[in-house]
């Protein structure tokens, strides 16, 4: 593979990008105003499909926007100068590296990344042949390789027409530092051919809600400019990323109140706030959405969400509700969740209530497992149960003193049963060994 660097720019033409009859096409640029290093500066941009709107330094690069801000940290960093590829993104349909163009000079600009290529349940055909052809070991210049060979076969001179032997010296704009060089290029290969008349567009730019630290925050909410305190944004709603859940839960609790004194309370969104362990109902914005706060604690990891829930189907006559919720904390972890409550009769005039959530978790709280976040989850669902429980007989939310254990007991508890679970397994694998090593000498 030759040290060349191909097709892509650094900097992509912000002046004149060409439309479809080939006619440039003069986008607004920011106007050229000088601002403190310290600054934020609004920036908007689509990405991948929907429209955003970041307040940042005029100094920070789209690839930290992109990680940072948007929670997209499928883009990933390896250099920072222009020379591995790993960056890699489209901006206006081309290849750039997105650590070297300014957030602030993507003002209006069309960004796709990594995510916006396919989704897990919907893979973009390079994404089918990198993984079918092992194009990858370690996997950290895969979006890199990714972006990079979209922008190939999709504007290179020779489109998929390109000759496979031409391909080491195209590909040699993204490293991989594992050498795996060959599974990529025969990805590559492949897709070319059996894309003769074109490479499919991406797959998955349909408009969503992004979730960040800084995106765009309502007029009324705190401005990031000069308030470091201020929260992440509030949406206006929630919307559930497509795609499998990061983590499932499923709870039933056996509650000795009736269904309809238990309904009430499900019914009330404040009672019903105020008995979710660590969470706070800040604002009734109407009457299905609510403004609030929660705490979570992953083992030493303690987080702070800011965020939506939204009553989306309310059927009092079944005893059922959904929200959708959606928070972020200043840290750059987001989740979002798909939250079902429903009210069975049980045979001994108690009731059931079953609670199943959908978590979608990205930002640094995704990077405690799916097995931790569903378990700290379902703890905290069963203690949910537990005061729904006492408010339907009381009609009132228990005290958060003494509502049971906190969210931080909660995750340590957790954190030790994973431990305690891993200890054992461990345990239990070397006693077998030791087993069947005294019975094969015994045989001997
Ligand atoms: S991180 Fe951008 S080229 Fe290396
Ligand atoms: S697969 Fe490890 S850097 Fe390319």
Redesign the pocket.
Known sequence: MTATQPRQSAAPDLTGTPDAAGTPVQRRLPAAAKVDAGDLVDVSMTVNGTDVTVAVPARMHLADVLREHLGLTGTHL?CEHGVCG?CTVLVDGDAARACLLFAVQCEGAEVTTVEGLGTADDQHPLQQAFSAHH????????PG?LMSSYDLLTNGPDGTAVAPEELPEQMSG????????RG?LSAVADVAAEHPDGLPAPYNCASRTLVGRGGARPADAGSAQGDPDAGPAVPDEVRIPAGAPSATVSVRSTLTSDVVSVWGVIDDFDLLARCLPGAELVETLDESRYRGRATVALGPVKLRFEGLAQVVQREPAEHRLTVLAQGADSGGSATRAVIKLRVEPAEDGGCVLAADADLHLSGRIAQFGRALAGDVSRRLFEQFGRSVDEAARTGRAPDASSAGPSPLRMATGAALDALRSAAHRIRTRVQDRARSRRSSNGDS
Do not use: D, E, K, N
Not at 135 to 142: E, P, R, S, Y
């Open positions: 390896g790993m194009g990858l070991q370690c996997g950290f210049c895969t390789m993204v490293i991989c530092r594992c050498t795996g060089y990529i």
